[in-house]
């Protein structure tokens, strides 16, 4: 089993920062690919990024694309998500998952592709 626990949500302006952190449990964690997910108020949730376990090949949605950088500390079993130039279309709860395929090359963008999901963080992006 893996727990996985984000932070780093909250309030801010159009064109600012945030950094989401995923901390997991288990000594599992560097084997699992990671991705993250958002979800909007009446909206499906979406992907929006994932990185091989090895922390090679990131791969983002288009909304992301230059503006969202994921990224892994294995020795600290942490993905992270940089989030840059903001836009309200950002607003969200954001979720990251695990792959529960050990040492996969395949890195999915589809919600049944993950294993594990943690809780969510709110990210609110105000114009």
């Known amino acids: 089993q893996v727990q996985l626990v984000e932070s780093g949500g909250g309030l801010v302006q159009a064109g600012g920062s945030l950094r989401l952190s995923c901390a997991a449990s288990?000594?599992?964690?560097?084997?699992?690919?990671m991705s993250w997910f958002r979800q909007a108020p009446g909206k499906a949730r979406e992907f929006v990024a994932a990185?091989?376990?090895?922390?090679?090949?990131?791969y983002y949605a288009d909304s992301g694309k230059g503006r969202f950088t994921i990224s892994r500390d294995n020795a600290k079993n942490t993905v992270y998500l940089q989030m840059n130039s903001l836009k309200p279309e950002d607003t969200a709860v954001y979720y990251c998952?695990?792959?529960?395929?050990?040492?996969?090359?395949?890195?999915?963008?589809?919600?049944?592709?993950?294993?594990?999901w943690g809780q969510g963080t709110q990210v609110t992006v105000s114009s």
């Open positions: 998952a695990a792959d529960g395929s050990y040492y996969s090359d395949y890195v999915g963008a589809r919600e049944g592709e993950y294993d594990y």
């Open positions: 990185i091989r376990w090895s922390g090679g090949s990131p």
């Open positions: 288990g000594r599992a964690f560097s084997s699992y690919a």
